[in-house]
């Protein structure tokens, strides 16, 4: 098991360029492999969850090879063009890629096995496969179609109009994949924006794709194709985060995250530590089929705010993050309707709420609510990660601010989407 231990920082300055952002990076393996001809993909994410996603479609035939550093081709084979896999389909600490799968492959004609790490068989799936059977699919799975291992046999699928209960880009995006196989217009409704990732690469490779405030519908394609393209993933905000995060609570210091994505539906983190007073500013913006820019982030001096329900799903991976800046924030800062974070690769209320207070913050959960009462000087801690990489990280940044020394544990896991974390914030360091 991997310890990281940090002390103290201040000073940071540089320049950091982020990794590719984990959901685009996902969409265009899966895109890319079901659309016609070869498509290329900069900049994507080289960790293990992405890395989940390639083993997968290599699994179902496709073939995608590694140029230079972060650059792949990947060739497509059409709607039609995967293979059955030669043996089941291990996605290790992935939800993505099991929830998109799940939709992808319900119409695909034949049968799969999808199975993951303990975290990933313990997550729940009945929100995925409960619409996909709506629309036909055959799928059966533990606590009837909830928990992996998941066995997607050969179905027909019609189109459905789905109210969603959850705000869940998951949920929309499996659903939305489903729909290239049916036959009509399928269309979801959430009952908060989340993340539309999916539905700009679809629009992007030619799919049919409207958007409305809280719905998305797709036309199935008919067996007609979608067509290859070259992508360059933009940086992945939820990594910038951690350095946005670092760069406000470090003393003097002034840092900048360069092309970075910026797309509304996930810049929930930059109106948050706007609101709370932050020196954060965009240059360099860019608009390709997901905007990018710069960010500059000066040290600055926090006053509470309150996160509302409607607000989570635009910052869902940020919470932990919101919340160790809440320990920094003059007066009570609390993030609401957060149950969500219960069911991500651990339960993350209870993650940040035991480490953070381990560190001396006064910090509470009350029901789906985080409640954070600053300014508190943090103190070195030992602190676990219960196997999940955004805690793992959110504890280092913890740790960097904190007086004395912090110990964090069981750090393998950062690999899952940051594995330059370490050298990044190495770099910064005077
Ligand atoms: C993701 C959506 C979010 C997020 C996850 C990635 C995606 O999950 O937490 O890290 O790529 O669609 P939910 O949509 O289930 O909230």
């Known amino acids: 098991m991997s310890t990281i231990q940090v002390t103290d920082i201040s000073g940071l300055r540089g320049r950091v360029s982020l990794p590719g952002d984990k959901s ?10 079901i659309a016609e001809g070869k498509s290329s993909v900069s ?22 090879t590694q140029g230079s550093d972060k650059a792949y081709t990947i060739e497509g084979k059409g709607l039609r063009g995967l293979t059955e896999p030669r043996s089941d389909l291990y996605l290790g600490n992935s939800g993505t890629t099991m929830r998109l799968l799940l939709g992808m492959l319900a119409g695909s004609g034949f049968r799969a096995v999808l199975c993951g790490d303990d975290s990933l068989s313990k997550r729940p799936m009945k929100r995925v496969t409960s619409p ?43 659903i939305l994949l489903a729909g290239l196989y049916a036959d009509g217009t399928t269309k979801v409704t959430e009952p908060y924006r989340s993340r539309d990732h999916t539905e700009r690469m679809l629009r992007l490779f030619g799919a049919d794709v409207t958007q409305e405030r809280l719905s998305a519908s797709v036309r199935g394609l008919d067996d007609s194709n979608l067509t290859s393209q070259r992508i360059v993933v933009p940086g992945d905000i939820s990594s910038a985060a951690f350095f946005i995060t670092l760069g406000i609570m470090a003393d003097d210091s002034e840092i900048i995250l360069t092309s970075c994505g910026i797309n509304p539906t996930r810049t929930g983190i930059l109106t948050v530590v706007e609101r709370m007073g932050a020196d954060v500013e965009l240059t360099n913006q860019n608009n390709g089929f997901e905007p990018y820019a710069d960010i500059v982030i000066k040290s600055s001096s926090l006053k509470a705010t309150k996160v509302t329900e409607d607000e989570v799903p635009l910052l869902i991976d940020e919470i932990p993050l919101i919340a160790l800046l809440g320990t920094a924030a003059e007066g009570t800062t609390v993030i609401e309707g957060c149950g969500e974070l219960r069911v991500k690769e651990t339960d993350r209320v209870n993650s940040i709420v ?8 006064d910090i509470e959960s009350e029901g789906d609510s985080i409640i954070i009462k600053g300014p508190c000087r943090l103190k070195g801690a030992s602190a676990e990660s219960f196997g999940d990489h955004r805690t793992a990280m959110m504890m280092v940044i913890a740790g960097s601010v904190a007086e004395g020394t912090t110990t964090v544990n069981d750090t393998e896991c950062i690999a899952t989407s940051f594995p330059d974390f370490m050298d990044t914030l190495r770099c910064l360091i005077p």
């Open 24 to 33: 685009i990076s996902h969409r265009a393996v899966m895109i890319s492999s």
């Open 43 to 64: 900049n994507l994410l080289d960790g293990l969850d992405c890395r989940a996603t390639i083993d997968a479609f290599s699994n179902m035939g496709i073939v995608i």
């Open 132 to 174: 996909l059977r709506l629309m036909g699919a055959k799928i059966e799975g533990g606590d009837d179609g909830n928990l992996a291992p998941l066995i997607i046999n050969p179905g027909r699928l019609g189109p459905i109009e789905y109210d969603s209960p959850v705000a869940s880009a998951q949920v929309k995006s499996a």
């Open 354 to 361: 035991t480490n953070l207070k381990a560190m001396g913050a």
